[in-house]
């Protein structure tokens, strides 16, 4: 497994511990707002995937996809859902560009203002440094909605577990 991989395959096993964890919580947990990130812990989730999408997207060259539901109502089923999705594109996009060894070719951000060339490698990795971030705050978020034993979400507890070590 190259580091492309296993930074894209960690990325999304560590949000969707948290997310699989979240689902204890109540809609007013979920909802409540804190003064940290994106407010509440639905919305910094809803943040951490909407980004993955977005990057895909762009680094894809596809058109930005939108979700019907407002940010508020999203269950946190579909967010698992969501997530299992683009989690699934990210990597073969990532398997893609390392095997054709373009981490260094550029994709336009048009999103930007001015529209910037920003090249694929450094595009995957902010995806799983962004993600990183945010998972820590929700963590955070959710020691202090009560929630107890939640996962550290470190990759070499992912290795482990990927590898079926440490049993």
């Not at 969707?16 to 964890?21: D, K, P």
């Not at 909407?50 to 996809?65: S, V, Y």
Request: with cysteine; net charge negative.
């Amino acid at each position: 497994m190259d580091m492309m991989e296993r930074m894209l395959r960690h990325d999304a096993w560590a949000t969707r511990a948290l997310l699989v964890r979240a689902a204890a919580l109540s809609d007013e947990q979920l909802d409540r707002e804190f003064d940290i990130g994106h407010r509440s812990l639905r919305r910094t989730f809803i943040h951490i995937i909407a980004n993955m999408e977005c990057w895909h997207d762009l680094m894809a060259g596809k058109p930005q996809r939108t979700h019907p539901s407002p940010a508020g109502q999203t269950p946190i089923t579909d967010l698992i859902a969501r997530l299992d999705t683009v989690a699934a594109e990210l990597l073969t996009l990532g398997m893609l560009v390392v095997v054709a060894r373009r981490e260094d070719e550029f994709f336009v951000d048009y999103l930007d203002q001015p529209a910037r060339r920003k090249a694929l490698g450094a595009g995957l990795l902010h995806v799983t440094t962004h993600g990183m971030h945010h998972r820590a705050q929700c963590l955070y978020l959710m020691r202090l909605l009560g929630l107890t034993q939640l996962p550290e979400g470190d990759a070499l507890s992912w290795e482990a577990q990927h590898r079926g070590l440490w049993n």
